[in-house]
């Protein structure tokens, strides 16, 4: 096949440079066009890490508050045990308060009380 195109490539060496820039031309377009779609690719995937990266943002965000009602909840916890432990103390008072018939008039006053538990 060869010999038999070279010999009429060689005569016409003119049509020959015309074919070589069209499939120059053609390769120019097709490199063009994949390009394009490469692109197309790119923005797709970019588009795609930004909604993942919005995604990442809203959990750690979630996350935020989730340790943040633990730590209110902790604290509340505490507190509520610190308040039930009050409440189990053994609370001391005074029943009784009495002054002996001497009366206010002296140096030196008794008072006699009386604790309760």
């Known amino acids: 096949m ?20 069209i499939a120059l031309i053609a390769i120019f377009f097709l490199d063009w066009k994949e390009r394009k779609e490469n ?5 797709r995937q970019h588009e795609e890490t930004i909604a993942q990266l919005d995604i990442a943002r809203s959990q750690a ?6 340790a943040d009602a633990a730590t209110e909840a902790a604290v ?7 308040i039930a432990a009050a409440l189990h103390r053994p609370f001391m008072g005074l029943s009784s308060v009495t002054m002996p018939p001497r009366g206010m008039a002296t140096r030196l006053w008794n008072i ?6």
């Open 39 to 43: 692109r197309r690719e790119q923005m």
């Open 61 to 66: 965000e979630a996350t935020k508050k989730s």
């Open 2 to 21: 060869c010999e038999i195109l070279w010999p009429w490539l060689q005569a016409s060496e003119p049509i020959a440079v015309w074919l070589e820039a």
């Open 76 to 82: 509340a916890a505490k507190k509520s045990a610190e």
């Open 112 to 117: 006699a009380f009386a604790l309760e538990n």
